[in-house]
């Protein structure tokens, strides 16, 4: 038996998991571990099986193969849920009961409750607690969702894009709660397919795409990576796609059946003015940021002759510099 | 960790607001077996004797159920499946035996409520006559052997999605409720007829309940076969809840 109380205990564990829907593979072979602690962002665009591994650690679904532990057992146990919150998907909030009736109603499953009126000011819904769900606008429905996973003062909280389609004020004002409550005690893991969200309040990160881990690291590192330009132009001589290819910064090159380039790199400015001081010949340049999708294809290299994806710089800044 | 019975009184609870804060919805369950009542039963129970009278009274308690029984669970779980919500209460840490219980509770305490216009109605305008310990023994068995009702549709409902529950419901209890007797006595049965009919669940409440109210020889074939449809499908109903992931989309 051990007595460490808290340091780095593990929470929940996915070894090896796979789950497919029919033909669709929604999670491939995915291992992850999650201790106490950190908040953990889980990013990915839609589809990329964050939704599909959620599911998993709340019991609600099966794997196909590998196996799926929270707080050491069976999530699909009611038992192993005690310690675990998590909000309903969407706002799926039953419209006829009252914003105190539901609070209470999942109060009821935990034996360390939080009160009612604490959690309700938590969240900024004591003004509503007479309402009935349906009543409320959706950033008020959102804030009670949100609020709902943290009743039972679980030790994991699994959120499921837990802001989309906020207004910025309540962004924030939701973020804020999170904090206080990973703060609190409560390890935290987020989804979301916003950067932004991410970077607010994660500081370990997950990058699924296709049903896979991409990369799992601290939040620095993995933002070099999928922080990205992509840039396109044409060029008339045969070389240079292998020689773009060599620049600093340079991630990946794919060229279509037009013989156009497309670039994906760390820092666009450095690799332009590479291009043009190594008397590249090119035309039509453009260049623009890259969406979090065309990172994430980078980084799992979707082409069949892509590099795999780079280990993450520790100082992306340094590697910048030399050709600046 | 909290007791299963404690969480299955709070899902029942938070079932029955939900339920009576759309008032058409209870209005349905409760008026529907008065209404079939005087619409079946009332305008032929003149020719009726007592004990004939009361026996309709009791069919017509155990038709309500089972109809009653097969939609409110089937459908209400068929389409709750189908909501965001109830994913959501698959991850708090209740059991299914608790969530089952629960739905139990409040669906069928509604029910059996709903039989007690029909008691007053009957007593009033047929014949039929029951002492107060007589009506609360039948209740108690009608509670009771309605179960099978309302664990088929439990099934039904964790099993199919909500359009395919409504066929199955529909051809469901309209031959559990002619099958079992409950529109024509069993009496009236052809040989084969009565045969099958000693296998549905049907039959076996009407003839416990008309044992509990009127006396009589104990139906030894409706008691085993009551325990056995409660037992076979409490376990189904269970199997089904863990083995659901909602609602399968292809």
Not at chain 1, 94 to 120: K, N, Q, W
Request: glycine share 8%.
């Amino acid at each position: 038996m051990t007595n460490d109380p808290q340091a780095g205990r593990l929470l929940a564990r996915l070894d090896h998991v796979t789950r497919r829907f029919g033909t669709l593979t929604a999670l491939d072979d995915v291992s992850l571990e999650v201790g106490t602690g950190a908040i953990v962002g889980l990013l990915g665009p839609n589809g990329a099986g964050k939704s599909t591994l959620l599911s998993l650690l709340q019991g609600l679904r099966r794997p196909t193969s590998g196996t799926v532990q929270l707080f050491g057992g069976d999530p699909g146990e009611a038992r192993n849920r005690r310690r675990l919150g998590s909000t309903p998907q969407e706002t799926a909030l039953p419209s006829s009961l009252r914003v105190g009736e539901v609070i209470d109603l999942v109060g009821a499953h935990f034996d360390e409750r939080v009160p009612t009126a604490e959690i309700a000011e938590e969240f900024g819904l004591s003004t509503m607690m007479k309402r009935q769900t349906g009543s409320l606008s959706g950033g008020q429905q959102r804030r009670l969702s949100v609020a709902l996973a943290f009743v039972g003062s679980p030790q994991l909280v699994l959120l499921d894009e837990p802001t989309t389609g906020l207004d910025v004020d309540a962004r924030r004002t939701l973020w804020d709660a999170i904090r206080r409550q990973h703060d609190a005690g409560a390890t935290v893991v987020v989804t979301s397919h916003y950067l932004e969200e991410i970077e607010a309040l994660a500081e370990r990160v997950v990058v699924m795409g296709q049903g896979r881990v991409l990369a799992d690291d601290r939040l620095d590192a993995v933002l070099s990576r999928v922080g990205m330009s992509r840039i396109r132009l044409s060029s008339g001589t045969a070389d240079s796609r292998e020689r773009i290819a060599r620049l600093d910064d340079v991630t990946h090159v794919e060229a279509d059946d037009a013989g156009r380039l497309t670039i994906t790199a760390r820092d666009a400015d450095a690799v332009v003015r590479q291009i043009v001081r190594a008397d590249i010949d090119f035309t039509g340049l453009e260049v623009r940021g890259a969406t979090l999708e065309e990172a994430f294809l980078s980084l799992t290299g979707g082409a069949p002759n892509a590099p795999a994806p780079r280990d993450p710089d520790p100082t992306p800044s340094d590697s910048t510099s030399k050709a600046a | 960790m909290t007791s299963t019975l404690t969480l299955a009184s709070v899902h029942a609870k938070y079932n029955l607001i939900e339920t009576l804060r759309i008032p058409i919805a209870v209005i349905g369950t409760v008026v529907f077996p008065s209404l079939a009542f005087l619409f079946f039963v009332v305008p032929q129970s003149s020719q009726f004797d007592a004990a004939t009278a009361t026996q309709a009274v009791i069919s017509l308690s155990v038709f309500s159920l089972c109809v009653g029984s097969l939609f409110n669970f089937g459908l209400t779980i068929a389409e709750n499946r189908e909501k965001p919500w109830d994913p959501y209460l698959r991850t708090l840490p209740a059991s299914g035996p608790a969530r089952i219980l629960g739905h139990l509770i409040a669906t069928g305490g509604l029910s059996l409520f709903s039989l007690l216009p029909l008691v007053v109605l009957g007593a009033l305008l047929t014949e039929a006559t029951a002492t107060p310990l007589q009506m609360l023994l039948g209740l108690i068995a009608l509670a009771i052997t309605s179960l099978p009702f309302m664990l088929m549709g439990i099934c039904i409902g964790y099993a199919m999605p909500t359009k395919a529950a409504i066929a199955v419901i529909q051809v469901l209890f309209f031959a559990l409720a002619f099958g079992g007797g409950l529109f024509l006595p069993p009496q009236m049965f052809p040989n084969w007829l009565e045969a099958v009919s000693r296998f549905l669940p049907s039959r076996h409440a009407r003839e416990l309940s008309i044992w509990a109210v009127q006396g009589g020889e104990l139906p030894v074939f409706a008691l085993v076969g009551a325990v056995a449809w409660i037992v076979g499908l409490a376990v189904l109903a269970i199997v089904l809840y863990r083995r659901d992931e909602g609602r399968r989309f292809r």
